[in-house]
C-alpha cells in the first residue's frame, strides 16, 4: 500500500468559521504542536478580504512564524491574483489558489465568473517567482449550495482547461458542501486522472457534514489521490448554523489510513489532545469520532 | 443500482446500553413512528439475561406489540437455542442467532467456546418451526474488543462451518468494535460470497465508533450485500464510556444511498424527527451527522 500524505486545515478552514477572535499566539502554538506530530503540510491560514473573513487577517503574521517551525512545509490560501501577490510579499512560497466549479458559488466568494477565475489564474501564474510552490483548489467540484450537484462532465471540462494552463502542480477537487459520495468522488478522480494524466498530484478534500468524509477519502484513495485535507478535531462547519460538522477529522483520516497499514506519517495518539484543545476552542464546532473512542474505554466494552 | 434494505436496530443495539428504564409503551411508540418512515424489518428487542440486559426485559411484549404495526417485519436477537425457544413461545417468528466469531468474546457474551455455540446453533435449527425465518449475525467478525484484528482466513472457516448447517439465510458478518476498515470488509465479503455461492443473502453491520460507518457499510455494498442495519439517532455505544459512539445512524445510511440513487424505502425527512427524539432519551449516546446537517441550515452557508 502507498504511503499518503495529510495537509492539516485546520488553522485555515477549521478556524475561519470561528467567531471569536482566536490570538495570533494561539494560532502559531497551535501549528508548532500540529507539526510536532508528524504533519509536514499545513495550511496555516488565508490572504482573504478581513471584512469577509476577520479571523484570518493574520496571514501575515503566521507566515513569518510558520518559517520559523522546523521542517514545515507551510501553505496559505489565495482565491486572487492579488491576494497571491501579498501572500508572496509577505514571504509565502506555497499557495492554494481557490476557485469554484460552479458559478454561483464563485460569484459568491470572489464576485467574479468561473471564466474570470481562470484569467485571474493565468495572471498569477505569469506573475509567480520560480521558487513558490502552487496547489488548485477547485471548490464545488461535487455540489454546490446554490446549483446542487455538479455533473461531472463539466468539472472535467473546467480542470481540462486549468491543467492546460500548468500540469506540474496539486490539483485538489473539494466536496465544499459534504454532499459528495464516494460512488461520484471515484467517478470524478478516475475521469480527471485519465484525461489529465501530465498532472503531478491529485488531492482531496472531504467535508464530513454528513458523515461521508472517511467513505469519500478511502473512494479517493482507491481511485488513485495520495494527498488528503483534514481539520484536527473536525472543525468547521458554520458559525452560523450551530451544530454544523466540518472537515474530515485529521485524526480519524489517520487512524483509518494507520489501520490498513496506510503510512501517514502522523502520531495519533500525539495528535489527541491537540485535536480536543482544538474542539474546545470558544466559538469552535467540532467533529469526527476518533477521538472520542480514543479518548474513552470504548473498545474495552463494546458488546454487540 | 440495486435497491438496498436497511434494517432498523435503535431498538435492540441501540436501547441496550441505555441505562434509564425506557417505558415498554414508549419503546412501541418508537417501533411505531419508526415503522412509518418505510423501515419494513426493525430488530425489536432481545432474549437475552434480564440481569444482564436489563433494558431489553420486555422482549416478549415487543413482540406481541409488533405483530399490530402493519407490514412490519419484526426480529429478535437470541444468543442460544434456550433463547430462541422462549423467543418462539413468545411469538416471534424472525430470530437473529448471535455468535461471535473470537472465543473471547464469546464467551464473554453466551460463556461458551465458539464449537459450543455452533452446536447450540445446530440444535436451535433442529427445533426451529418452519414458519420461522433466521438471520445468523456474527459478532466480532473484523475485530474484537479482547483479541484486537481478526484474520479473514479463520472467520471465513467458521462462516463456512456455519453456512454449511444451513444456507438458505441471511448471514451478517458485524463490525461490533467499529475498527473494521473498508479493505477489511470488502475482503471478507468478497471471499464469503466466493467461498459459500449457496448462501441466500449477507448482510452488514457497522459501528460508527471511528467514523468508518458508512466507509464500510458502502465498501461492503460495492462487495455485494444489500442488507443493512443502522441504528436511528446513531444510537448505541457503551454506558459506561460517555461520548462512546454507536451503531452507524439510519438516517445517515438513508440518505447516503438515497443521494447515490439506491432506493431504501426510507423517507429520511420523516425519519428526522424519530431519530432526534431517540437521541434525546435519557442516558442515550447518539452520533450520525446527517440529522444535524438537514435540521440545520449547513447547506446554505457552506463555504469552503
Redesign the interface.
Known amino acids: 500500500m502507498d504511503a499518503v500524505e495529510i495537509v492539516e486545515v485546520a488553522p485555515r478552514?477549521g478556524f475561519?468559521?470561528i467567531g471569536p477572535w482566536i490570538p495570533t499566539a494561539t494560532k502559531i502554538d497551535f501549528l508548532r504542536r500540529l507539526a510536532a506530530t508528524g504533519l509536514r503540510r499545513i495550511e496555516i491560514g488565508s490572504f482573504v478580504s478581513p471584512t469577509a473573513i476577520p479571523q484570518l487577517r493574520d496571514g501575515a503574521a503566521l507566515v513569518e512564524a510558520a518559517a520559523a517551525i522546523p521542517g514545515l512545509r507551510p501553505q496559505v490560501l489565495v482565491p486572487t491574483a492579488k491576494r497571491a501577490s501579498e501572500a508572496l510579499a509577505a514571504g509565502a512560497r506555497f499557495l492554494v489558489y481557490?476557485l469554484s466549479a460552479s458559478e454561483s458559488h464563485n460569484r459568491s466568494?470572489v464576485r467574479r465568473s468561473v471564466a474570470e477565475s481562470v484569467e485571474d489564474y493565468a495572471r498569477m501564474l505569469d506573475a509567480l517567482p520560480a521558487d513558490a510552490e502552487l496547489r488548485l483548489n477547485l471548490?464545488t467540484a461535487f455540489d454546490c449550495?446554490f446549483e446542487g450537484r455538479m455533473p461531472v462532465g463539466p468539472v472535467l471540462d473546467l480542470i481540462r482547461r486549468l491543467a492546460a494552463l500548468r500540469p506540474d502542480i496539486e490539483i485538489c477537487p473539494?466536496d465544499?458542501?459534504?454532499?459528495a459520495?464516494?460512488?461520484?468522488v471515484a467517478a470524478l478522480v478516475a475521469a480527471a486522472r485519465a484525461c489529465c494524466p501530465e498532472v503531478t498530484a491529485w488531492a482531496y478534500h472531504a467535508?464530513?457534514?454528513?458523515?461521508?468524509?472517511?467513505?469519500t477519502?478511502?473512494?479517493a484513495y482507491q481511485a488513485g489521490v495520495r494527498v488528503f485535507d483534514a481539520a484536527a478535531g473536525g472543525l468547521g462547519?458554520?458559525p452560523?448554523?450551530?451544530?454544523?460538522?466540518g472537515n474530515?477529522?485529521t485524526e480519524?483520516v489517520a487512524?483509518?489510513f494507520g489501520?490498513?497499514g496506510i503510512a501517514t506519517g502522523v502520531d495519533v495518539t500525539a495528535l489527541l489532545p491537540v485535536a480536543a484543545d482544538a474542539a474546545a476552542l470558544p466559538g469552535a464546532s467540532s467533529?469526527?469520532?476518533?477521538r472520542?473512542?480514543l479518548l474513552?474505554?470504548?473498545?474495552?466494552?463494546?458488546?454487540?
Open positions: 478552514d475561519q468559521p481557490v466568494n471548490a449550495p473539494c465544499t458542501t459534504g454532499r459520495t464516494p460512488d461520484h467535508h464530513d457534514t454528513y458523515g461521508l468524509g472517511l467513505a477519502t478511502f473512494a462547519g458554520c452560523f448554523a450551530p451544530g454544523a460538522t474530515v477529522a480519524d487512524w483509518m489501520r490498513m467533529g469526527g469520532r476518533a472520542v473512542a474513552s474505554a470504548t473498545e474495552r466494552c463494546a458488546a454487540g
